[in-house]
């Protein structure tokens, strides 16, 4: 097995598209295409025949060029079986535990409900890439469009899951303002101190915080470590049970 080979496409205000190649195979895929031009673009650059479409969820910042890319490339669109109904020109549909084989890798699926209702992720395991959309984002996750904390928090604990080493591929550079909210429910973390200043540094000059690790994010994101004495405490939500506490951190950071 060889590993994908994977660009990251910023577009729109702070969105990230991610390219990626199998290299035995020469299957290409786009991760929720926003936007067409700058995907084939990029293609023509690297000189790569773009093969599917990989979505994570509906909404437009993620499907916005789903159909015009299908049209001008033959691609194949895969996406939530549960949301077929609102992923535009679905081809494959996949849910929780199935295996995507791309050439000679493969994507393990979850289904990871919250910011929406069908929200899906994919786990290239022998590539170290978790593909997750608008669900965990660098010291944050997805507002609670069409789910519940108590969802939200089940479909984080399926990431907690896999690797420190797991590389976080997420949608949207929003690492700075997250960390300005981490550092009030978590202020004693040293590691999220440390990581709120270089996010700063790396930001002053427009550089991407993104992908993180699984590893990093399990130390420091306050949305994952909900059963936190510290953070629990931090709260004033000492010993509650973790919904609880996801909850009353989710609320704060959509008051923020
Ligand atoms: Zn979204
Ligand atoms: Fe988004």
Redesign the pocket.
């Known amino acids: 097995m060889s590993k994908l080979e994977i660009h990251q496409i910023p577009v729109l205000n702070d969105n990230y598209l991610y390219l990626f190649k199998e290299p035995e195979s020469g299957l290409v895929g786009i991760v929720d295409p926003a936007v067409a031009g700058p995907v084939l673009d990029k293609c023509r650059e690297l000189g790569w025949t773009l093969t599917h479409i990989i979505n994570t969820?509906h909404?437009g910042?993620?499907t916005g060029a789903n159909l015009e890319l299908k049209e001008k490339t033959g691609c194949t669109i895969v996406g939530a079986d549960i949301d077929a109904a609102r992923i535009p020109g679905i081809d494959i549909r996949v849910k929780e535990g199935d295996i995507f084989e791309f050439g000679t890798e493969k994507a393990r699926v979850f289904e990871v409900p919250g910011?929406?209702s069908g929200h899906i992720a994919y786990w290239f395991e022998n590539s170290d890439a978790l593909f997750c959309?608008?669900t965990l984002f660098a010291l944050g996750c997805?507002r609670l469009?069409e789910g519940t904390p108590a969802q939200m928090w089940a479909s984080l604990g399926k990431f907690r899951n896999l690797p420190d080493e797991t590389k976080v591929y997420c949608?949207h550079e929003y690492t700075e303002a997250n960390a300005r909210f981490a550092v009030t429910v978590d202020p004693k973390n040293k590691a999220l101190q440390d990581r709120y200043q270089e996010i700063r540094k790396f930001r002053a000059e427009n550089i991407s915080t993104v992908p993180s690790t699984l590893g990093l994010e399990k130390s420091t994101n306050p949305f994952l470590r909900a059963d936190d004495p510290a953070v629990q405490a931090e709260i004033g939500l000492a010993g509650s049970d973790p919904v609880t506490a996801f909850a009353e951190i989710r609320s704060r950071k959509d008051n923020f």
Do not use: L
Request: proline share 0%; net charge negative.
């Open positions: 969820h909404h910042d993620h910011h929406t959309g608008d997805g469009f949608a």
